[in-house]
């Protein structure tokens, strides 16, 4: 299948809500402004498309959005290092207050209604012609449907009308704005236009990562379930503007949920390219990108970095950067070996920045919970999905800097060599306490342990703090084919394909649509679903941090550890083990209405190197924290009395 890469020039908005998006297609001319009558053609069609995908690159990757779907639930807290500002306001545990200016969905906010504007010109004006290709049409639809189904999920209702009409392109300056209700938004928009866009998209896209029926089908399905969630609503989270929880249609949430399984389901048995890979490794590891389990991804490439819209060498972090694997890598960089002996050591750094997939660039802003190690990854010999998340061997790779030494001094005054391990997160606590280095006596920098008969460094699970922790952002991690025989180019934008959909959510969605009451049918119960994934988990063809070939079927034993009743916190917990860092978990928490009580607590370390202690820390998550503030710089646009705009933020901000 023909594979292209799409080349964006970002426009700027003429007023508030009046989103003109330009893209430039391959050799198309950029365009600052899109009218009705370019996209009354084929080139002003694609080229508005290209501006559709153009955009997922501007969140997916970017490390603040990415941090708004991840930090303040269970699976991440704020990391010790000197930009720590935005990711400690996230976590809610008393180190910041998420207001309008300080609040990561800012990102979800200014890059969707460009695009919805954008996809609503196309949809408005192709349809006139009457000879543009209705699935073309189609993928218009599904992008206004999918980034609306965002800006609800993080905003509560917004608004449908930008100045020319509801759903109308809009071309004219507008200042003032009218909040929807959330089931005007979804029925309105959202629905109507996944389900045309389910009859009229392909079974294989026009080109590789283009939208097919199966990510409609996923979108539809997952739209169903997180309306019908907020239908149900089982803890009495406000919602705003304020309205009824009474859908318009006349449907309650029980219908909504069977929906949910129904196109769920029958996506799972009409998969068209998709399916699901044989083994978690395979889903995950970078020489496997864009694999059949990729419904959908924000693209990049290292071919170009025009084409990439992103450094290649040295990314600030902005723009359409990939650098959210960054945010979870701790500064593994500064552990030591040494040259000779410990008696009379030389130290020097062992584990040079690399760009690898389980190394890249070292941010160190948000760090993983001890019960991520302790609880959800509670089964790390069954379950290759731990092996497959986290980098917990950090290994010597100092030839590649120029360090000569065929041999270093590492735990124990033992020799390692390149490509041994330096450092271990033990997989499970020991028998006997380790004993952590500290001082002028720590020989490792990073405050690790040393065993009898080991030459790495170890720190036990109960020893990960906010400065030294297992990499968390493996699965989506740097990974470059330039890299020759040296450390390549770590600091560059990261050119993988981000993952946006996977085509194993369908069972998941499937199954907790089962669990809320969906009638199933044979074969595809809750335990059903769960178990096609956790019996995949179980099967094994590599051991990632052992980097060993391991060839081993554990999926009968992962099936049989399945409870026979699949509760909604153990479907919550399983969906963790399978999306762990993937920049998903608040929407999943949200959406069950579960944050407060699964995000409550945590354990973690200090910030100082060699401090093991855990503590455990309170979140004050509020009901108002169940929808984000909206952006300052939209209520800074507003041209309407401080009543409006104070009716027209979501409350507690």
């Known amino acids: 299948m023909k594979r292209k890469f799409i080349k964006p020039v970002i426009g700027t908005a003429m007023a508030l809500l009046l989103f003109a998006s330009c893209t430039d297609i391959l050799d198309e001319k950029p365009r600052a402004v899109y009218t009705p009558e370019f996209f009354k053609t084929k080139d002003g069609v694609m080229g508005g498309l290209t501006a559709e995908y153009a955009t997922m690159r501007r969140m997916w990757g970017d490390a603040y959005f990415y941090s708004n779907g991840l930090t303040g639930t269970d699976e991440a807290t704020w990391a010790a290092s000197g930009g720590q500002g935005n990711f400690k306001i996230m976590d809610i545990s008393g180190n910041g207050i998420i207001t309008p200016s300080a609040c990561d969905a800012g990102g979800v906010w200014s890059n969707s209604f ?50 020319s009409g509801e759903l109308k392109f809009n071309i004219s300056p507008v200042r003032t704005s009218v909040r929807n209700t959330v089931p005007e938004v ?42 019908a969630w907020w239908l149900k609503n089982p803890n009495n989270i406000p919602t705003y503007p304020v309205c009824d929880r009474v859908d318009p249609d006349g449907h309650d949430a029980a219908w909504y949920f069977q929906q949910a399984y129904d196109i769920a389901t029958a996506a799972i048995a009409d998969p068209g390219n998709f399916g699901l890979c044989d083994t978690y490794y395979d889903v995950n590891v970078a020489t496997n990108d864009r694999n059949k389990e990729m419904v959908l991804y924000a693209d990049r490439t290292q071919s170009s970095a025009y ?62 919970p001890i019960e991520v190690f302790t609880n959800t990854f509670a089964d790390k010999v069954n379950d290759s999905r731990y092996d497959g998340t986290f980098t917990t061997v950090y290994r010597g790779n100092w030839n590649k800097a120029g360090i000569a030494n065929a041999y270093l001094y590492n735990a124990n005054d033992m020799q390692i060599k390149q490509g041994d391990a330096v450092l271990t997160f033990l997989d499970d606590e020991p028998a006997t306490p380790l004993t952590y280095m500290t001082g002028a006596a720590d020989k490792s920098a990073v405050g690790a342990a040393e065993v009898p008969g080991r030459a790495d460094w170890v720190i036990a699970p109960s020893g990960i703090s906010r400065v030294i922790y297992p990499g968390g952002g493996y699965k989506i991690g740097t990974y470059r084919t330039d890299n020759g025989t040296g450390l390549g180019q770590p600091n560059g934008s990261i050119t993988r394909p981000f ?38 988990a179980g099967k094994w063809r590599f051991n990632n941090n ?49 944050w407060g009580t699964i995000a409550h607590t945590y354990s973690i370390c200090g910030t100082g190197i060699g401090d093991h202690t855990p503590a455990v820390v309170t979140r004050l998550i ?13 209520m800074d646009a507003l041209q309407m009395t401080a009543e409006e ?7 507690g901000y």
């Open 114 to 163: 460009p695009a919805i504007n954008t996809a609503s010109g196309i949809i408005e004006n192709a349809t006139e012609v009457g000879t543009i290709d209705a699935s073309l049409i189609a993928e218009a639809r599904f992008f206004r449907a999918f980034y609306y189904f965002y800006l609800v999920q993080n905003f509560g209702g917004v608004p449908l009308d930008f100045g």
């Open 186 to 227: 979804y029925t309105k928009a959202i629905f109507p236009d996944l389900l045309i866009a389910v009859n009229d998209l392909p079974a294989t896209g026009r080109l590789t990562g283009a939208l097919t029926k199966t990510a409609a089908r996923l979108y539809l399905s997952k739209a169903y379930l997180t309306y």
């Open 307 to 368: 084409w990439n819209d992103a450094d290649l060498g040295y990314a600030s972090g902005g723009g359409a950067d990939n650098f959210a694997a960054w945010m979870m890598t701790c500064n593994y960089t500064s552990m030591t070996s040494s040259k000779t002996s410990w008696a009379a050591p030389t130290k020097c750094n062992s584990v040079q920045r690399e760009a690898e997939q389980h190394l890249g660039r070292p941010w160190t802003r948000m760090a993983p």
């Open 499 to 536: 993952p946006v959909a996977k085509f194993s959510e369908l069972y998941f969605i499937a199954a907790e649509a089962a669990v809320e009451g969906a009638t199933t049918v044979a074969g595809k119960t809750a335990y059903d679903l769960i178990n096609v994934i956790r019996g995949r």
């Open 546 to 594: 052992g980097n060993v070939i391991k060839l081993e079927d554990n999926s009968q034993a992962m099936k049989d550890a399945t409870p026979a009743t699949i509760t909604l916190e153990y479907l919550l917990a399983e969906r963790s083990r399978e999306y762990f860092g993937e920049g998903v978990r608040w929407y999943d928490l949200v959406r069950t209405q579960t």
């Open 622 to 634: 509020d009901n108002h924290h169940y929808l984000r503030p909206i952006p300052q710089t939209q």
């Open 645 to 651: 705009k104070a009716a027209y933020q979501n409350p």
